[in-house]
């Protein structure tokens, strides 16, 4: 079986060919026009879809060394995202699904950062289930039991920002350009993650919240920038490491009240923030710490890109779970 994925929920056009559950390519056209905008801007990534897709699906399918004719099927990302980039991926999926007569998949950006850790990988194993995913994103942060490859509970989820706003709006306030989560991964290697103290915000169960930590980080800068003009050029490193310091305990807290509450001690991570580097140290150490088994995806299925939809479409494949070029794109989406 031979699948063409693609994705275009946010900023990166993606295209990827799977045979089974094996990537042949994975191809990610990154939008560097966002950079000076400090955010991802709806229409700019819109259109930047329409000039990208066609050459990203063009190499996916010559580095896959296949022709579009050998293919079995059309995965792309229905939602969540934003419309206008939704929009653009699915129309293309549409037509060129019904050109070449055969099936289109739709699917749920959200499970595909989930289902990412079934992608044939040497080195990489798969969870078995029932596993509990921490999904960790741009526009995202979940608890979810994983009972089955659709059977799925989002037992906790952020009540405002999400954790890779979390990062993002830090480094903004850092004067750091966009998307800044990598470069205070980057920096809080060499900083002290006990140098500044912040709190964690209390919130009842399994949820989380980030917006509270965010501006109490923007008033401890402008304090200190205050007494010190140069306070955050001295500190870059320590203030990196402290602030993912935090938000590192915050997402340990919730996972071990979610390993009690489920008595699930198999956890796997996804999304774009599960490419941090403390956080992939943290739960490798859990392993040893408190018997958990964890799941870290390649570096490249982390964040967004079209081999995530390509497993899910083989899946979905495998079960006939295809749909007509009726189906309609979704902002919001729940599995
Ligand atoms: P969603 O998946 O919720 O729709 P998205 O697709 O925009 O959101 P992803 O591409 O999955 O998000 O993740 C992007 C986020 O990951 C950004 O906030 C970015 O700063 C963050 N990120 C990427 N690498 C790192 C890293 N090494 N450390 C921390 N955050 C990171
Ligand atoms: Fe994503």
């Not at 709806?42 to 066609?54: D, G, Y």
């Not at 580095?63 to 995965?75: C, D, R």
């Not at 850092?174 to 800044?180: A, E, K, S």
Request: glycine content about 8%.
């Amino acid at each position: 079986v031979f699948i063409l994925a693609i994705e275009s929920s946010c900023d990166d056009t993606a295209a990827a060919v799977l045979r089974n559950n094996k990537v042949l390519s994975n191809v990610v056209a990154r939008q560097s026009i966002h950079e000076e905008y400090g955010g991802v801007i709806p229409e700019l990534a819109s259109r930047a879809h329409q000039q990208n897709i066609v050459p990203v699906i063009d190499v996916a399918l010559r580095k896959a060394g296949i022709t579009k004719e050998q293919l079995s099927a059309i995965a792309f990302t229905q939602g969540p995202g934003l419309m206008g980039s939704l929009l653009v991926g699915a129309s293309f999926a549409k037509s060129l699904a019904m050109a070449l007569h055969i099936p289109l998949i739709a699917v749920n950006h959200m499970q595909a950062h989930i289902l990412a850790h079934f992608i044939d990988e040497e080195g990489f194993d798969k969870p078995e289930f029932p596993f509990l995913a921490l999904t960790i994103s741009g526009g995202h942060t979940q608890i979810v039991q994983v009972n089955d490859y659709f059977s799925m509970d989002i037992i906790g989820e952020t009540t405002d920002d999400a954790v890779g706003e979390a990062f993002d709006k830090t480094a903004k306030i850092l004067g750091l350009p966009y998307p800044g989560g990598p470069l205070i991964d980057q920096f809080a290697k060499e900083g002290n993650p006990k140098k500044f103290a912040f709190t964690k915000p209390k919130v009842d169960g399994l949820d989380f919240s980030f917006s509270g930590l965010k501006t109490q980080i923007l008033y401890f800068i402008q304090k200190n920038v205050q007494a010190n003009p140069n306070f955050v050029e001295e500190n870059k490193h320590d203030i990196c490491a402290s602030v993912q310091n935090i938000i590192i305990e915050i997402l340990m807290d919730k996972l071990k009240m979610a390993v009690a509450q489920t008595g699930i001690k198999q956890i796997a991570i996804g999304g774009g923030v599960s490419a941090n580097s403390g956080i992939r140290n943290t739960l490798k150490a859990a392993e040893g710490k408190y018997g958990w088994k964890t799941y870290i995806p390649k570096f490249e299925y982390t964040t967004d890109n079209a081999a995530m939809i390509g497993i899910v479409g083989y899946q979905k494949y495998l079960q006939d779970q295809f749909t007509d070029s009726t189906v309609v794109s979704k902002a919001r989406i729940e599995f």
